[in-house]
């Protein structure tokens, strides 16, 4: 039932389209895993092997710091409405932080130049396997709408509140690892 491509054709690309929530997945050799669900408003297709989501500011910063020690990151997409199917997206990524004229660039060229309140960083991800599965197993669901607490909360905190807050919870994970996102770049 799987099958494996070497990059996001037209048929994939309209698939995540339509998707309203994806994963990512990423570890250490000696880490935690860690799993954590995104909105897909914040997703951009780059090319058919590189794809990018602004990430925004969250109670840990886990998959930068282990895209800082290892590298290695999944991206899951799994239908909920529609024709049943997951997809899957291997390969290698990278953190591009807030203040670097390359996430400058991708905001400006991806994303219109507008970033979300709580934007901390871009994750980048070089696609070395793209997967489909079955997705027989996935429950239906309906959607309703997108969550707004983030930008509530992002809101009531203020920039100078998000930069304390991404200091003390955002700058290593929650197995030591450093998240990079404080260092000279």
């Not at 297709?45 to 290892?70: F, K, M, P, W």
């Not at 509140?161 to 200091?167: D, K, V």
């Amino acid at each position: 039932m799987a099958k494996q491509f070497e990059s996001i054709n037209a048929r994939l690309k309209d698939f995540i389209g339509r998707q309203h929530i994806f994963f990512t997945a990423s570890a250490t050799v000696s880490s935690r895993v860690n799993i954590s669900p995104r909105e897909t408003g914040c997703l951009r297709l780059i090319d058919a092997n590189s794809v990018v989501y602004l990430d925004r500011t969250g109670s840990g910063n886990e998959t930068a710091a282990h895209l800082r020690a290892d590298g290695r990151l999944t991206m899951m997409f799994c239908a909920v409405a529609g024709p049943p199917m997951i997809l899957r997206l291997y390969g290698r990524g990278r953190a591009i932080h807030r203040d670097s004229s390359e996430y400058e660039s991708i905001l400006a060229s991806h994303y219109d130049g507008l970033e979300p309140s709580g934007a901390r960083q871009i994750i980048w991800l070089d696609i070395d396997l793209v997967q489909t599965s079955c997705g027989f197993g996935v429950p239906l669901f309906d959607y309703k709408a997108e969550r707004t607490s983030l930008d509530q909360w992002t809101e009531a905190k203020g920039p100078g509140g998000l930069e304390i807050y991404r200091r003390e919870k955002n700058t290593y994970s929650m197995d030591g690892l450093p998240s990079g996102m404080f260092d000279e770049h």
